[in-house]
C-alpha cells in the first residue's frame, strides 16, 4: 500500500485557539488530580473512577464538532487518557471500539479513506499516513493502548501483526517471532510538556515489553516447548520490573526446568522467587509438587505448612523456607526489612492504571499460576502428614479442616464443585483415619456416625450392575448407563456408608468390644453388598467399563474384603472358629493374597487341628502383601494395612515348632 499523505483541511473557525487551550488546561488539571492521587501514601481508589468521568466528557465534547488537525493532538492525548482510565470501568470490547472511532476520526482529519474495518489493516493505514508526520508520538499512544488491549485477549499473533509494521526498514524474508519483533520496536515516545498524560508512554511500553514476552513463554509452556519458554523467561528477567511480577517470572522459570526435568534448578528459581517476593504463594505451590515429586515429605510439609500460614512474613522471618538450607539464608533481618519496605514499590501501588495482573489475566495465564485454596492446601498438608506416619500433626491439620468446613457452611452431602477438593464425605472418613491411628476411638466414632447419618437418605436399596447389556436397574428406575454420574454418585454414597461403618467396627475392635465391633463390621459387608455385579468378568475391558467405574468397584471389593476379615477375627478371638472360618474365606475370595487373612485363616487351621492346611496358609501369608487390589487404597481404608497393627509372634513360634518337627523346610 502506497505512502498516503497528510492533507490538512482548512481551518475550522468555529473553533477558536481559546477553546482548544481551555480543553488542553482541562486535560492537565484532570491529571494533575489523578498525579496528586498517585503520588499520596494513602490513593484513593475512587479518583480513579472521577478522572475517568472527567475525561469521558471532555473526551465527547472534542467529539462533538469534526475532526481537524489542529486538534489532532490534543484529541489523541484525551483518548490515551480515557483509555487508561476506562481500565476497570469498561469492557475491552467498548474501548477498542472507541480507539477504531478516534483512529477513524483521525484519518478523516487528514482527508484519507479506509478500505477496511479490520483493526490490523486499519493500522496499517493510520501508521502509512502518519508515519513521518508530528503526530507520530501521539498515534504511537493509541498504538499502546491496542497492543495492551490485544495483550489482555492474549492475541498474540495481532500483536506481532501490528508491531511488525511499525518497523521502517524493509521486511525481512525470514519469518520473526515476536519477542525478536519486540525488542527491535523502535517507537517514538516523545512526551509533549503542553498535554499532561496519566502514564509516560515509555513505561507502558516497557511494562508491555515484558508482559508480552511472559505472555509469549506461557503460550509456549502450554504447547509443552519448555525449552522456548525457558528462553523467552530468562529474557524477561533481564528487564527492569515491579517486585511481584520479578517473582512470578522466577517461577515460572522454575516452572519451565521443572518440565524439562531439572527439580534442582526449579527449586532454585522458587527459591529466588520468595527472595523476591515472600508473599509469592505460588512459588511455594510449585515447590510443594516438586518435593513430591523428589520424594522429600518432611520438605513438603514445610512447604505446605508455610502456604497456609496466615502470616507468611513471620516465617520469613523465623528462616523458615522449606528444606532449602538455612545457612543459605544470611542477614535474615536485613532482607526482612527490605521485603518489607519493598511493599510500599511504586510499581506495585493499588492507584497503579495498568498493572502485570491486568495484562497477564487470561486464562492460560491464571491456569498456569493458579493456588489451591486453603481448604485444598490444608487437606493436603493433612494427608501428607497422615501418610508420612506424622500422626498428631495430621490429626491436628483434619480437624482444623472439619472445624473450616463447618464455619463456611458446608453440607456433608453436597456435590462437587469442580475442583480437586474431594468430597465433604471423604474428608471427614480421613480424619475418622487419623483420628483412629492416633487411639482416639471414641472420636473416631463420632466423626464415622456423622457420614452415616449424612448418607442414610441416599442410600439406595440394591444397586443391580449388568455391564453387557450397559444399565444399571434401580426399583422403579429406568435403565442408566453404568458409567454415568448417577451410578458412580451411587456406589459413593454405599461406599462412604460402608467404609464409616468399618472403621467403627475396628475401633470397636481396639476399644475391646467384641461384640460391637461384630455388629458394625455386619453393618459394612451389608452396606457394601448392596453393589452387585452379574458378571464374574466384569474386571476385564472388553466389556467396555471406565477406569472410574472400575477403580469404584475394585474399592468396594477392598471394603468388603476387610469388613468380612474384620469379622472373621473378631469370631476368631470369640472362639467361633466355624464362622471365622466362613469370614476369612469369603473376604480371600473377594481380595486374594492379604497377609493378614493368610494369617488368621492360619491360627484357624491349626485350632482346628488342620495343621497340613494352617502350613499352606502360612507359606502363602509369606508370598502375600496388605494391599492385594491392583488400585491404590483410599486413606480412610488403610487402618489396618500397617504389618505392626496385629501380633503374630505366638503363631509364628507354633508354625516354625511345627516345620521343624515335620522336617519341612522353611518358606
Known sequence: MSFIPIKCRAY?????????????????GIISRWKQNERSLEPNQDVQKRCYSESLKLHQKIQGIPAATERLKLEMTVSYNRFLFSLGFSISSEIEESLTHILLRALDAVGSQVPTSDPVMLWQVVLQTFGTSVFVPYVHKLLLIQ??????????DKILALLKQTNNKKELSAPVNLQTVIRNLALTMEEDSSLMVAMAAKDLKDLLHICTVIAQGVEQMNEEKYSEALEAFQEAKGHPSPRRLLAQIHTLTGQSFAKLG???????????????????HSALYQSVLVFRQLA?????????CLLYSVDAAHWWWLGRFPCYDVKHFECLEKRYLNAIQLQSDKSSSSASLVSPAMLLAGDQMTCISRVPSPSLILHSLARTCMLNSSISDGVEHYLDLLASLQSEGKELISTGDGTSFPRIPVVYLEAAFALFKAQKYRDALVICEEVITSTL??????????LPMAGLHLAGSTTVSPDSDIVLENVDFVLWAGAAHLLQAQAHWKLKDNKEAITNFTRAVNQLVKVFIKQKDWKQKTLGNTEAMVEKMLTLDAAKGQALAGRGLCFLEKGQLKEAL???????QICPGCKNTEMWLTEVFWRLDRKDEA?????EAHNATNTPTSIKLPLYLQAWQDDTVFDFSDLK???????????VKKP
Open 12 to 28: 475550522d473557525m468555529s473553533v477558536t485557539p481559546c477553546l482548544v487551550d481551555r480543553w488542553s488546561e482541562e486535560n492537565n
Open 147 to 156: 497492543w495492551m488491549l490485544w495483550l489482555m485477549q492474549c492475541q498474540l
Open 262 to 280: 531439572q527439580p534442582h534448578c526449579a527449586l532454585h528459581c522458587y527459591r529466588k522467587a520468595v527472595e523476591v517476593d515472600f508473599t509469592c
Open 296 to 304: 522429600n515429605p518432611k520438605a513438603e510439609m514445610e512447604a505446605l
Open 457 to 466: 437418605d441416599f442410600i439406595p436399596e440394591r444397586l443391580l450392575l449388568d
Open 582 to 588: 466362613r469370614d476369612l474365606h469369603l473376604s480371600l
Open 615 to 619: 502350613l499352606v496358609h502360612w507359606r
Open 653 to 663: 513360634k507354633k508354625m516354625e515348632d511345627f516345620i521343624q518337627t515335620r522336617n
